[in-house]
């Protein structure tokens, strides 16, 4: 059974970091690219960073330099550190997995439109 844990979400200022993180199932993490979306209420979910099949990174413009995608396979967990939060970053933020691309762009897509499943998302409010 495939399980994507997320945790870390929370309240913080304009100017504040989190750090969050994705539990993955080990054969997830193995065969597929996974990555972090949001969806903030009212809009349309949004692609924010993917790490695809030869390690290439990518993200959404909103946040380059800003946040940060990691993984590790020691406990098979994907992290997002997000850093200098501006407050239309407040959303739910959702991990998810998805078939490698290998172009970072076109992962950033696919995290939207072609997940294969996803977790229950984390809350993440961003106030002024």
């Known amino acids: 059974q495939v399980q994507l844990m997320e945790s870390g979400g929370g309240s913080v200022q304009a100017g504040g970091s989190l750090k969050l993180s994705c539990v993955i199932s080990p054969d997830v993490y193995a065969l597929y690219c996974v990555g972090w979306s949001r969806q903030a209420p009212g809009k349309e979910r949004e692609g924010v960073a993917v790490i695809e099949s030869l390690g290439n990174e990518g993200y959404a413009d909103s946040v380059k330099g800003r946040f940060t995608i990691s993984t590790t396979n020691v406990n098979y967990t994907v992290y997002l550190k997000m850093v200098n939060h501006k407050p239309e970053d407040s959303a739910m933020y959702s991990c998810?997995?998805?078939?490698?691309?290998?172009?970072?762009?076109?992962?950033?897509?696919?995290?939207?439109?072609?997940?294969?499943?996803w977790g229950q998302g984390t809350r993440v409010t961003v106030s002024s």
């Open positions: 998810s997995y998805y078939s490698c691309r290998a172009d970072p762009k076109l992962g950033l897509a696919a995290i939207t439109s072609g997940s294969h499943a």
